[in-house]
C-alpha cells in the first residue's frame, strides 16, 4: 500500500515511532543530569560522558564506547547505538578544541551558535552533523549516523532531527545554559 506522496505505508510505520521518540527527547533533553555538568566544571568532558543514563534513555541509545575519531581534527568520539531503529545506527559525541571547520550556520541548540557540518566521505542521506559552540575553544561535535542504510525510508531532514536531539542532550554536560 502507498500513501499519497509515494511513500509506502510500511515506511511511514517505521519512521513515525521514532519521528515520535525524537521530539519526546527533544522536549525532555533540556532536562540533564546535574551529574554531568558537574563534571563538565571540573575539568575536560569524556566523550562518553556526555549524556546521561536518563539522556540515553530518551533517545533509545545504549552501550557507549570510546572510538578514535579517524579524521584530521583528532581526538576521541563516543558512540551509542540507537536502539530503537534497526541495527547499525548511532549517535556520535565528541569535544573538539581549538578551530573547527566551516559548517553552515543552523538553528541554535540549546540558545548556542550552531553549524551543520558535512565532513568529507560520509553519506549527507544517512547522517547529519551539528557543530555546537558550548565554551571559549570548545565545540562539541553531534552526529546520528546510518551508514549500513538499515533505516528504511531515512534521508538527510531525519538523522539531522536525531542529531539535534543528540546535540541538546550532550549540550548540557557543559553546565548551565545561559547563553
Known amino acids: 500500500m502507498t500513501r ?3 511513500v509506502p505505508a510500511r515506511t511511514v510505520a517505521a519512521v513515525v515511532p521514532v519521528a515520535v521518540a525524537l521530539v519526546t527527547g527533544m522536549a525532555l533533553a533540556g ?3 546535574a551529574d554531568a555538568r558537574a563534571a ?13 543514563a536518563a539522556q540515553l534513555h530518551r533517545l533509545g541509545a545504549t552501550g557507549g564506547r570510546s ?27 565528541r569535544v573538539l578544541t581549538g578551530a573547527v571547520p566551516g559548517g553552515t550556520p543552523s538553528a541554535s541548540v ?17 547522517s547529519c552533523v551539528y557543530l555546537v559552540s558550548v ?13 549500513n542504510h538499515t533505516i528504511p525510508g531515512l534521508n538527510h531532514l531525519v538523522a539531522c ?9 550532550m549540550a548540557t554536560a557543559f553546565g548551565p545554559l545561559t547563553r
Do not use: K
Not at 563538565?40 to 546521561?52: D, K, R
Not at 548556542?112 to 566521505?121: F, I, N, V
Open 40 to 52: 563538565a566544571s571540573s575539568g575536560p568532558v569524556e566523550p562518553c560522558g556526555l549524556m546521561t
Open 161 to 169: 532531527r536525531n542529531a539535534q536531539a543528540a546535540a541538546s542532550a
Open 4 to 6: 499519497r506522496g509515494g
Open 110 to 126: 540549546n540558545g548556542l551558535p550552531t553549524a551543520e557540518y558535512a565532513p568529507p566521505g560520509v553519506d549527507p542521506r544517512v
Open 67 to 93: 572510538q578514535p575519531a579517524g579524521d584530521s581534527l583528532g581526538g576521541t568520539a563516543c558512540a551509542w547505538t540507537n536502539l530503537t531503529t534497526p541495527r547499525g545506527s548511532e549517535y556520535i559525541g
Open 31 to 33: 532536562c540533564g543530569g
Open 135 to 147: 565554551g571559549p575553544g570548545q565545540t562539541l561535535w553531534a552526529q546520528f549516523a546510518d551508514p
